[in-house]
């Protein structure tokens, strides 16, 4: 039987240097794209609608600063839940999905069950947070913060132009 492979697995340097360039400014004009990565605009177009449609490009995105927005601080929180059955995980996922103040979320493995990122403004909009939003969250055994003082890498994808291989 003939192994499957990733679409991953189908990107040539061409297609890697594509998402490198439109990782660094998703607004490249296709014909700027193009003369970036060294082909002409209708074969790289047809090279970003084939990564578009294999899943490799997943959206296209404005990235906000958030600190010029007002949302100065960052926050990390480990969540341990009672229960890990399927319907309460299930429900713990989409009750974070709908709070605005969480950025990302994650289910992981060790001592805490979820790490979330929350952005608020201060400490007081982050006891508001946690009263008014994360606490009315049924479930919660436990929660553990840690701010973040600096940021010192931020990046919204990885770069497979420069990133070793899959």
């Given at each position: 039987m003939p192994s499957k492979r990733s679409p991953v697995e189908?990107?040539?340097?061409l297609d890697r240097r594509i998402l490198s360039a439109l990782c660094e400014n998703?607004?490249?004009?296709?014909?700027?794209?193009?003369?970036?990565?060294?082909?002409?605009?209708?074969?790289?177009?047809?090279?970003?609608?084939?990564?578009?449609?294999?899943?490799?490009?997943?959206?296209?995105?404005?990235?906000?600063?958030?600190?010029?927005?007002g949302y100065n601080n960052i926050a990390f929180v480990e969540i341990t839940l009672d229960k890990h059955d399927d319907k309460v995980l299930d429900r713990f996922g989409t009750a974070l999905s709908r709070i605005p103040e969480v950025m990302e979320a994650y289910l992981v493995t060790g001592d805490y069950d979820y790490l979330i990122k929350v952005v608020v403004r201060d400490t007081d909009h982050y006891e508001r947070f946690l009263r008014q939003s994360l606490y009315r969250i049924?479930?919660?055994?436990q929660s553990r913060t840690t701010f973040g003082l600096r940021t010192l890498k931020r990046q919204i994808s990885i770069d497979p132009s420069k990133a070793g291989p899959p």
């Open positions: 189908d990107l040539d340097h998703g607004r490249l004009t296709t014909s700027a794209l193009a003369e970036q990565v060294g082909l002409s605009s209708s074969p790289c177009w047809t090279r970003v609608k084939r990564l578009e449609e294999n899943g490799a490009i997943e959206k296209y995105v404005a990235v906000l600063n958030h600190a010029n927005l049924p479930g919660i055994r």
